[in-house]
């Protein structure tokens, strides 16, 4: 049996295996607007029944019950222990369209709204029509090849043209992963940025999480695009990367990013969406007492952390907007924190390296 997910955060119960899993996140193109809902939700479905050896499936842009039915039902038939979590169900009359499927136990779902939403007028009908923006945290329990442990997985979809709601967004899942600091994390699903932006090195220099592919490749090519200009359904474009993997490890227990891979793209000559989805393979292991002490990590220098924070609290700052006071605050707290160390910094968790 293998391990799958779009964000993952692990507690360590046992001490000597090590497992490997496989995620597959994957953005369904699901609104009311867009076309071939049902048949493409089939095709997807029957794809997977067909071939897929990932343990849990996040979806993002699941809105409408009939959707989240059909996914439900299909997916049923991978595995009698199939287990669903939607984002909608811990709020009433909110769509957030996250959906988890795993055959993993579940022991605990969490959804969070984003605190900062609204930007223009599209922004505000969707409001209307209870659409928010969110990211879910469930904790599974794993038990394989002689290892077990409990995973929290992340799933999450980020605004889709504001940078700086994105970067409030992402401090948001930043406060809750401080939360959980001795866990190993995954966190997955459209995020809506590309590799090297801003968003993008919030995420590795601050939340110190790895981009997976990354991890695997050192870079990305034309090819690795999961939003791409050839595929009929998107909106156009240059051809580019929104769909992303990232990972930390815990205190006890590595976790690796092996294989990569954008996929799903099409089937029976159909695509499934107008995004291409992220199949990432990882393996987990118990760390020796070496790493444990020092090595768990990689290493980011504190000086470009400080660099990255900077820039985000200069966008905050020209918005001129109460809503990212908070925000500013958090920034002025991890920045104090700091101090004037330039020295590299050593942590408990993975740190992507400077690129």
């Given at each position: 049996m293998k391990y799958t997910m779009g964000v993952v955060v692990f507690l360590l119960c046992c001490c000597t295996a090590s497992a490997d899993f496989c995620i597959q996140s994957f953005n369904t193109y699901g609104p009311a607007y867009a076309s071939q809902v049902k048949m493409r939700t089939q095709l997807l479905v029957e794809l997977f029944n067909l071939k897929t050896d990932c343990e849990v499936f996040l979806f993002q842009e699941v809105w409408k019950k009939s959707h989240k039915k059909n996914l439900r039902t299909g997916l049923s038939s991978l595995s009698p222990e199939m287990s669903f979590y939607h984002g909608d169900e811990s709020y009433r009359d909110v769509k957030t369209g996250l959906l988890m499927a795993t055959n993993f136990n579940i022991q605990e779902n969490f959804t969070q709204l984003y605190k900062v939403f609204s930007h223009g007028a599209a922004d505000w009908f969707r409001d209307q029509l209870g659409v928010k923006k969110a990211f879910t945290a469930s904790t599974v329990n794993v038990v394989d090849n002689g290892m077990t442990a409990s995973i929290k997985i992340i799933n999450t979809h980020l605004h889709h043209s504001s940078k700086v709601i994105r970067l409030a967004q992402i401090l948001e899942l930043y406060e809750y992963m401080n939360k959980h600091q001795s866990l190993p994390i995954i966190i997955a699903g459209d995020l809506n940025t590309t590799p090297r932006s801003l968003e993008w090195k919030l995420l590795t220099r601050v939340l110190k999480v790895k981009d997976s592919h990354f991890s695997v490749y050192q870079n990305y090519q034309k090819e690795d695009c999961t939003y791409c200009h050839d595929n009929p359904l998107s909106w156009g474009g240059p051809s580019r990367v929104l769909d992303y993997v990232f990972y930390r490890s815990?205190?006890?227990?590595?976790?690796?990013?092996?294989?990569?891979?954008?996929?799903?793209?099409?089937?029976?000559?159909?695509?499934?969406?107008?995004?291409?989805?992220?199949?990432?393979?990882?393996?987990?292991?118990?760390?020796?007492?070496?790493?444990?002490?020092?090595?768990?990590?990689?290493?980011?220098?504190?000086?470009?952390?400080?660099?990255?924070?900077?820039?985000?609290?200069?966008?905050?700052?020209?918005?001129?907007?109460?809503?990212?006071q908070r925000f500013i605050e958090i920034i002025e707290s991890r920045l104090e924190e700091l101090g004037d160390s330039q020295y590299p910094l050593f942590a408990d968790c993975e740190y992507a390296l400077s690129v």
């Open positions: 815990g205190k006890l227990v590595e976790l690796k990013a092996t294989e990569s891979e954008v996929y799903p793209k099409t089937f029976k000559g159909e695509h499934l969406s107008d995004h291409y989805g992220k199949k990432i393979r990882f393996q987990l292991k118990n760390k020796s007492s070496f790493q444990t002490v020092k090595d768990s990590a990689g290493i980011i220098s504190i000086e470009e952390e400080k660099q990255v924070l900077k820039a985000v609290k200069s966008l905050f700052l020209k918005e001129k907007s109460k809503e990212f």
